[in-house]
């Protein structure tokens, strides 16, 4: 492409930016074209989407960005690629997208590195009883009893995850050092799929045998109409007892009150980063539990620039004709973790 590209950034001036966004991330992206930052202060509305991206070849999305719908996109004839330097594209793109050929790519698989890394150190933390031990030794007692603090070890456990996306992939990686046994349960990914990607003993399951199966259950499905509250009361009774729950996936996958109720059995335990709604009420009950470790949506925040770079790896292939490495093809938008149940997929 011999002309200078127009790139449009869509996040606003702020802490998030001057994270995401630093000088050096800035003075790279604008080697590539005319770069126009949101200025505004705020996130665009859907009218100021498409007020700015009329005139752009390029959009730097990123959280709170309006979905391109048809509308957005009848004002952007030149629009060609939504390079989304953040996760799921689920909420920003349409189908309208796809049927002008625009391109999309994301740092979803970036950030899968970051948010993986995240749930081995809740497990790691939980099996280890690391906050409690934290919470006796500062606010209880001089030296807490052995049994209150017993600490288990992951190396040879069983692990269940709930949906093999990007970051139940790198998880899967990140655990064959301790040995461990694993079933997933996915019903997109066909045992040879699973076979070629190598991974150490892994085998693919139903649902309620993978949930029996695990003393560990990792959750990583994308929230859809078909994956709202699919982990409810029968699902999580067929947990084995003394079994870690872990989501880092979204909070709509699992059915809230049907977790809190097994919880205050005692018979399970759970470590929380993501919640439906967001955050969770001052009054839930799940602050007030013992068995519980909540996080405020944090695994996969470490990941801040790292994204942003491997987009503009991104746009750099984009200008130079090659092949993108994160291209989000219209297939995987379909299945990416989406806000609400119903969608107009039309745009």
Partial sequence: MSKKMKILVTLQEGKNRDTHFPPFVVERLEKLGAVRFNDTGKPF???????????????????????????VLDNAPNLKLIAHAAGSVAD?????????????????????????????????????RIPKADNLMKNKVLWPDENEVRAETLRGKKVSLIGLGATGRCLLRLLEPFN???????????????AAENFKNVQLKPLKEALAFGDVISVHASLT??????????????????????????????????????????RISAVLDVYDPEPPSPDNPLRGMDNVILLPHMAGITARESMTLAIIDEIENFLEGKP???????ERFEKMTMSHLVRNLNG
């Fill in 92 to 128: 920003l793109c349409s189908a309208a997208v796809y049927d002008r050929n625009i391109k999309v790519t994301s740092a979803n698989d970036i950030m899968a590195l970051y948010v993986a890394e995240g749930a081995l150190a809740y497990i790691l933390a939980s099996l280890r």
């Fill in 225 to 266: 109409p078909e994956t709202r509250g699919l982990l409810g009361a029968k699902e999580f009774a067929l947990i084995r007892d003394g079994g870690l729950i872990i989501n880092t996936a979204r909070g709509g996958v699992l059915n809230e009150n049907a977790l809190i109720a097994e919880l205050q059995r005692g």
């Fill in 45 to 71: 509305t859907p009218v100021k989407l498409k007020e700015e991206a009329a005139s752009a070849d390029i959009v730097v999305t990123h959280w709170g960005c309006p979905c391109f719908t048809a509308e």
């Fill in 324 to 330: 993108l490495m994160y291209e989000i093809k219209r």
């Fill in 180 to 194: 461990v046994s694993a079933a997933v349960y996915d019903p997109y990914i066909k045992p040879e799929q699973l």
